[in-house]
């Protein structure tokens, strides 16, 4: 009954969901296309054995890479299909893997819709990425014996909460998996509660995302830029930071901020915040020297987040200073970025709780203070030294979810494929 329930629920929002399509195609035209997809009608076809990845948005995709690339390396004869939710999801994959992985978008969770996706592409296998969860995909999985595994999961307090509201619906939905890979004790303890069956801790994969060699070089070509100026960046900020930060910046500084936002649909809006605060502003797709009068620099571009990470100073991780949760603050760690980051943490929760004790991050709790903070590192050579090699040695410690996770995947792949 709570299916039935839930179903008639998602029916009844299918127009508004398609309005909601219509509204974001408004700044973000991708979202218009391939929605047929969305009802379960592809023009893809696949050959062989599938194994499907869905991954909804960047960061889901992303944390996939070595994953994606473990698969590939073991099961060379296995199509991977991939499916997303968002245009930025689906360019993020494009941007990573090319034509070696198919990418769709994952149909609004009607039977039909489902029936027809699972028909389609016949995956031998399934993984989730961390949190989707679609009950009637579930459901249908259970119903033809297709394996579901949910990697990489984390539930945070709040999600976990939300869960509880409906908690006949998340257990129904959960016990449907055949595993659970999840990133930490917490995210166990939570999913286990809430119905899971064999959860497994196996830690982050997003610790085995190597920094690609060629985005290293664009940093470096990034930095030449600058000049010799300091440079603070603001990574992966969310809707209303990237205001709390410019007031908080003085104007007078030498240092160039350069923000990064999360979502490219809103390069425009913070062009527009930085021109009505009086600062000179360069865009990185302008493929300028960066002039001495400049005071801030747009990221206005994708996929390139580990080069700008390669040419900075100091980083801030964005979605911390509002409550978005936070966006992943491993990967600066990694390339040994001294890092900062704001109250919200929820999607870190645990990475940034270890960080924090490896002296690896500093944590603020709001834009005065991040401004201080930073102006303070940037002054200070021998500490951001000392924070670097604490977030490379922090990164290393928790390598090697991919293999653990890539071991559990393999019980549920038949042999000789």
Same mark, same amino acid.
């Given at each position: 009954?709570?299916?039935?329930? !839930? ?71 296995? &199509? ?18 090319? @034509? ?37 995909? +579930? ?14 999961? *984390? ?34 303890? &939570? ?18 995302? @190597? ?5 290293? %070089? ?41 923000? +990064? ?38 990221? @206005? ?5 580990? %080069?700008? !990470?390669?040419?900075? @100073? +100091? ?43 490896? *002296?690896?991050?500093?944590? +603020? ?22 924070? %670097?090699?604490?977030? *490379? ?17 393999? *019980? ?6």
């Amino acid at each position: 009954m709570a299916r039935i329930l !839930y179903t008639l629920a998602v029916v009844a929002l299918l127009p508004w969901a398609f309005l909601h399509l219509a509204w974001r195609s408004r700044r973000q035209p991708e979202y218009l296309k391939h929605w047929r997809e969305r009802l379960g009608c592809y023009g893809a076809r696949t050959a062989g054995d599938v194994i499907w990845i869905h991954a909804v948005s960047v960061g889901e995709t992303r944390a996939a890479q070595p994953l994606v690339a473990a698969l590939r390396q073991r099961h060379p004869g296995c &199509q991977i299909v991939m499916s997303h939710m968002t245009p930025t999801g689906r360019q993020t994959a494009e941007a990573l893997f090319g @034509d070696s992985v198919l990418r769709v978008y994952l149909p609004y969770d009607t039977p039909w819709a489902v029936a027809s996706f699972l028909d389609r592409f016949r995956p031998k296998l399934g993984l989730v990425m961390e949190t989707e969860l679609w009950p009637n995909l +579930v459901a249908a999985c259970r119903r033809r014996v297709l394996p579901l595994l949910l990697v990489n999961a *984390r539930l945070s307090e709040r999600s976990a909460r939300r869960y509880a509201r409906v908690a006949t619906l998340a257990r129904q939905t959960l016990s449907g998996l055949a595993a659970v890979a999840a990133q930490g004790e917490d995210d166990a303890r &939570q999913l286990r509660e809430l119905g899971a069956p064999d959860v497994s801790v196996l830690g982050n994969v997003k610790f085995d995302i @190597d920094p690609p060699r060629q985005q290293l %070089a664009l940093g470096d070509e990034f930095r030449k830029r600058a000049g010799d100026r300091p440079v603070f960046l603001c990574a992966s900020t969310r809707e209303g930071e990237e205001a709390l930060i410019l007031d908080a910046w003085p104007r007078d500084q030498r240092a160039l901020l350069v923000i +990064v936002p999360r979502h490219p649909q809103r390069f425009d809006e913070v062009a527009t915040l930085v021109a009505a605060q009086g600062l000179r502003m360069q865009r990185r797709s302008d493929e300028a020297t960066i002039a001495t009068d400049t005071r801030v620099w747009l990221g @206005d571009s994708m996929g390139e987040m580990f %080069a700008y !990470y390669a040419a900075a @100073d +100091v980083a801030f991780v964005g979605g911390s200073l509002l409550n978005y949760g936070c966006q992943n603050l491993i990967e600066p760690c990694s390339v040994g970025k001294p890092v900062l980051i704001g109250p919200s943490t929820f999607n870190f929760a645990e990475a940034a709780r270890e960080a924090l004790a490896a *002296r690896a991050a500093i944590q +603020v709790p709001d834009a005065p203070t991040l401004a201080t903070e930073a102006l303070a590192l940037l002054a200070d050579p021998a500490r951001r030294a000392a924070m %670097a090699d604490s977030g *490379r040695s922090f990164a290393a410690r928790h390598r090697g979810a991919t293999a653990r996770t890539l071991a559990l995947i393999e *019980r549920f792949i038949p042999a000789g494929r």
